[in-house]
């Protein structure tokens, strides 16, 4: 589903990634995991085309993001959800319209979109919540939301940064619930994190980066 | 088109209406620049080319007078009219005979008798009002027509052509002018729309930055402002329009009250053409300054 092969990132001399061999398979789950500026976010951005290798190669399902040009680049990205640590919602638009916008972008039909927007709050268990705006949800639940739009065109990986960073445990524990529900009918599932706790709770798969290099897989 | 194209194509249709609603002021002063500059545009189109429609007027009306050497006869004064009537160039001849002259002065100068009385008969000789063809009346030919009346005796010659040329040539240079100008003024407003368009693209980075990531491509992104910017050409060009014709009629009033009845009868209205070409020119405005806004904004998303 995901390989790198000698994938380097550097900004002059300055290395966010080194010299990167990787593999992920389908409906793998996978922790990204390291210190502060080891290169877990470089990696996600790579792998949703945000930036592109310096050196190497990389593939993400039948593309090879490394090749890929700016206008070609949704073509990834609807194969791929992707959950921030700070959510990135829409604060003039309801729940609905958020979560909707994934499929708007594919031209799906409004009524269709209703019913998915629907259907996929009640897997993040906010059922009835499509007409509430973001700022009056507890931040656990913005995150739901943001989770409902990574999946709701059913992508074949999500990628996760620091998706639990701005929860409490509690609040936490249930987003990751979520995200293995999700990896459980099928989806590769990459989570960049530095929750120990949480890697204990939820035993996957690390890849442990340090200092811009894989240390250990 | 297919359901799906034309699913989001009503969703595009739909962001775009939205974005006008909520960017109202910012579209507002989009329209506005647009309007404000084609109607100077206007303005300055619609005075050149009603300059030059009444100097046409002025050039068709062309005519000479040819005054006659106080010692002919009668009889060879007629002889000379006809003449000059038989000239290919000449399309009407009247005969102004000393009398008629008299008579014509006098009826326009009050007290001029006791002058013209004091001057004697030869005070105002006879004369021939001539007028020539439209394909005469350009200065070289007119030009051509008077040496032919001098060599037939006639030496006292009136034709005002040349400040007519001059006139022609000062619009010549207006026109110039005016391309240069219109140039200025067009690049001016697409960097002002462009710049007001850019803050509307700024104030939805977030949005659009979100759309990108969840998978947008980039027409999804432009088209709805392209919308916007046909939408703020359009009611701009509206404006301009209603605008010019709010001058053009101050103005008719305003030259009619000042008895300058002739003039006021010459000043037309842009023609259906020009105020299409003019629309046209405002709604590519507001296309363009939107596709420069946005795609600026495609080669920063992430």
Not at chain 1, 18 to 36: A, H, M, Q, W
Not at chain 2, 107 to 127: C, F, H, M, N, Q
Not at chain 2, 237 to 254: D, E, F, K, M, P
Request: glycine fraction near 6%; charged fraction near 20%; proline fraction near 2%.
């Amino acid at each position: 589903m995901i390989r790198l092969y000698n994938v380097s990132k550097n900004y002059g001399s300055i290395y966010a990634l080194r010299d990167i061999n990787l593999r992920v398979s389908k409906g793998e789950f996978c922790y990204i995991t390291g210190p502060s500026g080891a290169g877990k976010t470089t990696l996600l951005k790579l792998l949703y085309g945000a930036i592109r290798p310096s050196e190497g190669k990389l593939l993400v399902g039948t593309h090879d993001v490394s090749k890929m040009k700016g206008k070609t680049l949704h073509l990834l990205r609807r194969n791929i959800g992707i959950v921030f640590q700070d959510f990135k919602l829409i604060p003039r638009r309801t729940v609905a319209d958020n979560i909707g916008l994934a499929l708007e972008v594919l031209g799906v039909p409004r009524n269709v979109i209703r019913k998915r927007v629907s259907a996929v709050l009640s897997i993040v268990g906010l059922q009835g919540r499509e007409d509430v705006y973001p700022q009056f949800l507890s931040g656990g639940e913005q995150q739901r939301v943001a989770v409902a739009r990574a999946i709701i065109n059913d992508p074949s990986i999500l990628l996760a940064d620091e998706p639990t960073g701005n929860l409490d445990g509690v609040m936490a524990m249930e987003v990751m619930e979520i995200l293995q529900a999700i990896n459980l009918r099928g989806t590769t599932v990459l989570v960049a994190t530095h929750d120990a706790a949480l890697m204990q709770r939820f035993p996957y798969r690390k890849l442990c980066f340090r200092n811009a290099r894989l240390e250990s897989s | 088109m297919n359901n799906s194209n034309l699913d989001l194509l009503q969703h595009i249709m739909r962001r775009a209406l939205r974005s006008i609603w909520e960017n109202l002021y910012l579209n507002a002063v989009a329209a506005g620049v647009i309007a404000a500059s084609l109607l100077l545009l206007g303005v300055y189109v619609s005075t050149l080319l009603n300059l030059n429609s009444i100097v046409d007027t002025w050039n068709k009306d062309t005519h000479i007078s040819a005054y006659f050497d106080t010692e002919l006869s009668e009889q060879e004064k007629l002889s000379m009219r006809d003449q000059i009537f038989a000239m290919p160039q000449t399309e009407e001849v009247r005969y102004v005979s000393q009398a008629d002259a008299r008579n014509w002065l006098t009826k326009r100068v009050e007290g001029i008798e006791d002058t013209l009385e004091e001057l004697g008969d030869d005070a105002l000789p006879a004369s021939l009002e001539i007028t020539l063809h439209q394909n005469s009346s350009i200065a070289s030919e007119i030009e051509k027509f008077a040496q032919e009346l001098r060599d037939q005796g006639f030496n006292e010659l009136d034709y005002g052509v040349e400040w007519v040329e001059k006139f022609n040539a000062f619009l010549q240079l207006l026109q110039m002018l005016g391309v240069l100008l219109g140039g200025l003024i067009l690049i001016a407003a697409t960097f002002l729309v462009t710049n007001t368009v850019h803050l509307v693209v700024y104030n939805r980075r977030h949005e659009m930055d979100i759309a990108k990531l969840v998978g947008a491509s980039n027409l999804f992104i432009i088209l709805p402002f392209l919308f916007e910017g046909v939408v703020q050409g359009l009611v701009g060009s509206l404006t301009a329009i209603t605008g010019l014709w709010v001058i053009h009629q101050t103005l008719a009033i305003r030259l009619q009250e000042a008895l300058l009845l002739e003039i006021a009868g010459e000043l037309h209205f842009l023609n259906t053409q020009q105020l299409l070409l003019l629309s046209i020119v405002g709604i590519s405005l507001g296309f363009l300054a939107a596709f420069i806004a946005s795609t600026r904004f495609l080669r920063q998303a992430p």
